[in-house]
């Protein structure tokens, strides 16, 4: 794996860094193993018929299920936010060791958690692109979510066989080093396609875009600056991606604790992430379809 029998880091992981460092993201390759994957798949099984069963987007607090009425496959869950905190699978997966060896070495070792995230794209799905965005502009509001440069990973989990075919990670290499644009307004990224017009209308070259290519089981890390999007998936299989994004704790006033000083963190009462009324209308309660 990334780390050597001493705890020394491995030239694969070495490499991921730097390229992380240098372009604003990286992969680390085999990260989880067949059993993994296979626990993984059974819990997005678990969770996306929990999903269907609901009927409709729903709110439980912070865990939050987004469903939409897709014009060739009807309904569909897009993605589930905070399923960790009702399936012990995802809760596990959230702090393993093999997630903090990546982040340790970027952003230390007493971490926040600010997202943890299942998406979906099934196969012939019309609505799945995810606009070109940096996920700095969600880290509201600005002044709880600080140094944001140095202390913010997103990571991604590939859980099938991902690519362009069926609607993988596409990212703008060194675009973490632009600061913060300003995109064109287009509505909620979850709602636009993934459009090189976009990036042209910020003076950016469409054609220094870099698929990411992963196999089940591999990492994919960026910056909160890296521009990135995924398009739609014309392949004949999933493609499931769990996200996991994390904060040194000092520079996030929001979050769950992951880990303290590398030890791992359970989840107990849900607190304030990004869910601006959880303590005023926590929930349960089904939100209407123009509204989700």
Partial sequence: MQQSANGSISPDLAGALAQYRDLGYGVVRGVFGPRDVAALTQAFERIYAQGLARGAS???RNVYFHLADDPVLKQIVRFVQWPAYIDPILAAYRTDTRLLDIMAPLI????????NQMHWKPPGAARADFGYHQDVHFRRPAEAYRDAGNSYVQTMIAVDPQGPENGGLRVYPGSHKLGVLAFPERGRIMDADMSEDDLLALGL???KLVDLELAPGDVAFWHLGTIHGSG?????IDRRAYLNGYVTAANCDRGEWAWRNGAPCALGEP???????LFTRPGPFIIDADQA
């Fill in 58 to 60: 729903y709110r439980d």
């Fill in 108 to 115: 230390g070792r007493d971490l926040k958690q600010i997202i």
């Fill in 205 to 207: 070259d469409p054609g």
């Fill in 232 to 236: 739609a998936n014309t392949a004949p």
């Fill in 271 to 277: 607190v304030l992430v990004h869910y601006e009324d």
